[in-house]
């Protein structure tokens, strides 16, 4: 199936981004609401600076901080856990515009599923408006309208 194929593309690219920038994630879509937690990779043989020169070489985060994505009631929205977790805009940026990707292909897979395998009960379907009846009683329908 194509959402699963593309679903996967973009699992890679957000794979991608966190090796490229020491991060680490779980993506959860099994469950609602669909979450991404991101957190730093584990530095191994970590060794603090033998002199305190005043200078900030790196961007200051918790070891224990994580940044969570929640994607509920249509909505994204972002929270940080455990302390001071920092990243720059472009790269947040490029994290949820991956994750809103990803959450679009699941939805796109589900859907394609609750309607193949017609696993909703008879009028449990969102209706949608009948805009045939609407045209009818309040104007013509797009195709009676010329181009000027």
């Not at 990779?41 to 070891?63: A, F, M, R, V």
Request: charged share 30%.
């Amino acid at each position: 199936m194509k959402e699963v194929d593309n679903f996967n593309e973009q699992s890679r690219k957000l794979n991608e981004l966190f090796d490229d920038n020491g991060l680490t994630g779980r993506f959860d879509g099994a469950h609602y609401p669909i979450v991404l937690e991101v957190s730093m990779k584990p530095k191994k043989y970590e060794q603090g600076k033998l002199l305190d020169d005043g200078s900030n070489d790196e961007t200051p985060c918790d070891p224990n901080a994580k940044v969570v994505w929640i994607f509920k009631e249509c909505e994204l929205s972002m929270k940080v856990e455990g302390g001071t977790f920092t990243i720059s805009k472009e790269l947040r940026t490029k994290i949820e515009s991956t994750l809103l990707k990803m959450v679009g292909y699941l939805q796109q897979y589900f859907y394609r599923a609750v309607i193949e395998k017609k696993l909703l009960k008879p009028g449990a379907f969102p209706k949608m408006p009948d805009y045939a009846a609407e045209i009818k009683e309040h104007g013509s329908p797009l195709e009676d309208f010329e181009e000027g």
